[in-house]
């Protein structure tokens, strides 16, 4: 074997020795330049300087002779726009998927930043949801440097090792994070909350804590625990349309004979949450409906601001497409027919973007006015505005989870009541009964007065009839008894009800 340090032959004791040791000194040499390199690059980014590619709407400053830039926000007011669109959208619609459905339905486009090796441009794309996704997960728009989000994981595969990159890491396990190094969009303390609400509407994933709501009868889906085993409790809806829908714990369903552990029906629940969260915000009713008129006279502005700058960037598209026609020789053909065709695509996109903004304004000129006389009168009647056939039932959970944290449900077996924790958003905690109905019996508020049934009945049936409906229905004598004919006919009587 020969190298630039001689010759070796490797049936010699010596010369295979000072191979080995060669080899191991340089495979030793390789490790260690990697670790400094390493070390090194860590050591840049614990400082903020190490350059990395930035998500759309953030840039890096240039600054100084050694250009060690910061980040900043994007000078394109068009990119800025439609990032500060989707954390508002978010928060108002607090589900990823619902603002995904809500680009898509105004037809608005995104920023993607498009990677070409070195050079890096911003291209606008139809939404995609792990796009909106991403946005919201990034720390960087919060105003925080971070590094190291990912890393690999090693897997031994048919007795080899496999690595794998890309894995998310727990933001404890980050490489770097520096909050407060740059101008963000929203606060830490918001992007908190925004992780918080993502990690919520994941239902496979961390069962312990409290899930959002998915429309469904129930009002408190994902926020019951119980109070026995400290789960949470699922709800249960009948098979026949209408049925009424129950929290029920299963306790430690993981092993078979462990047996459920308490469980309540769920209208009696749903109807004292009711009362107790129109109760809380009934003070604060007429300021929230004043909110919701000026927010739903705003519902337009953000599409029509969205169009209205892509009109403008596509106008720009087209002057510079007419300046490059212009400027190419007409006698090169070859040059001026694709640029020509270039300036025609731009003038129809400009020609579409415009038809589409007077589509806009028509629709903002035709919505009807916002009443704020009705709205402050139906503010001072919340039960109405609760209980109106169009609300739907993800609107009333949402306000639900507005208010509430969670609620504790336990059974006082003595009482035959729920116990109901109220853990409201604010601190405070209240404590609700609500009287169970034992199997087989009516409940006391659902038991009919004999008057009332007799006003109803008397004359369309016998009074044999009459007594064999009222004794069907629970409906007790003054005294007691049960009725019979001759009671009927004597209730009837007293009443001036005729005879059938």
Request: with cysteine; hydrophobic share 40%; glycine share 8%.
């Amino acid at each position: 074997m020969v190298d630039g340090d001689g010759t070796y032959d490797p049936r010699l004791v010596n010369d295979r020795l000072l191979l080995g040791l060669k080899g191991t000194m340089s495979e030793y040499e390789l490790s260690l330049l990697r670790q400094r390199g390493l070390a090194a690059r860590d050591s840049k980014a614990k400082r903020g300087e190490l350059r990395f590619t930035l998500p759309p709407g953030l840039c890096w400053s240039e600054t100084g002779a050694l250009k060690t830039g910061r980040i900043e926000l994007d000078p394109d007011e068009r990119v800025v726009a439609a990032i500060r669109l989707l954390f508002a959208k978010f928060r108002e619609l607090g589900s990823v998927r619902q603002v995904f459905l809500w680009l898509r339905t105004a037809d608005l486009k995104l920023p993607v930043v498009a990677r070409n090796l070195s050079i890096c441009r911003i291209i606008w794309k139809a939404p995609a949801y792990h796009s909106v996704l991403q946005v919201l997960q990034n720390p960087l728009y919060a105003g925080a440097y971070a590094f190291g989000r990912r890393g690999q994981r090693t897997a031994v595969k048919d007795g080899r090792a496999r690595k794998s990159s890309g894995h998310s890491k727990p933001m404890t396990e980050w490489v770097v994070l520096l909050r407060g190094n740059h101008a963000g969009y929203i606060s830490w303390e918001e992007f908190e909350e925004n992780l918080r609400m993502i990690g919520e509407n994941t239902h496979m994933q961390k069962r312990a804590l409290r899930k959002s709501a998915r429309g469904g009868r129930a009002l408190l889906t994902g926020l019951v625990r119980c109070g026995r085993c400290g789960r949470v409790m699922r709800v249960f809806y009948g098979t026949r349309a209408g049925h009424a829908h129950r929290y029920q714990c299963r306790g430690d369903d993981a092993h078979v004979g462990a047996g459920l552990c308490i469980g309540i029906g769920g209208v009696r629940v749903d109807r004292a949450m009711a009362t107790r969260i129109i109760e809380a915000v009934s003070d604060r009713a007429v300021d929230a409906a004043i909110l919701a008129a000026e927010q739903t006279a705003r519902a337009g502005d953000d599409v029509r601001r969205s169009v209205d700058q892509e009109l403008e960037e596509a106008r720009y598209d087209a002057s510079l497409a007419s300046r490059r026609y212009e400027a190419v020789d007409p006698g090169k053909r070859l040059v001026a027919r694709e640029l020509e065709a270039g300036w025609n695509a731009a003038l129809e996109r400009v020609s579409q973007l415009e038809d589409r903004l007077k589509h806009l304004a028509i629709a903002a000129t035709a919505r009807p006015a916002i009443n704020r006389d009705a709205l402050l009168q139906l503010a001072h009647d919340l039960p109405t505005a609760w209980n109106a056939p169009n609300t739907d039932a993800r609107t009333r959970q949402r306000v639900t989870r507005l208010l509430i944290a969670e609620v504790i449900i336990n059974l006082d077996d003595a009482a035959n009541e729920a116990v109901l924790t109220i853990h409201w958003i604010g601190g405070r905690h209240t404590e609700v009964r609500v009287g169970r109905v034992s199997c087989g019996r009516y409940p006391a508020d659902r038991a009919p007065d004999a008057a009332e049934v007799m006003r109803k009945l008397g004359g369309h049936w016998p009074d044999r009839e009459l007594a064999v409906t009222m004794n069907r229905m629970r409906c007790k004598a003054p005294n007691g008894e049960t009725w019979t004919s001759v009671r009927a006919r004597e209730l009837r009587e007293r009443l001036g009800i005729k005879a059938y």
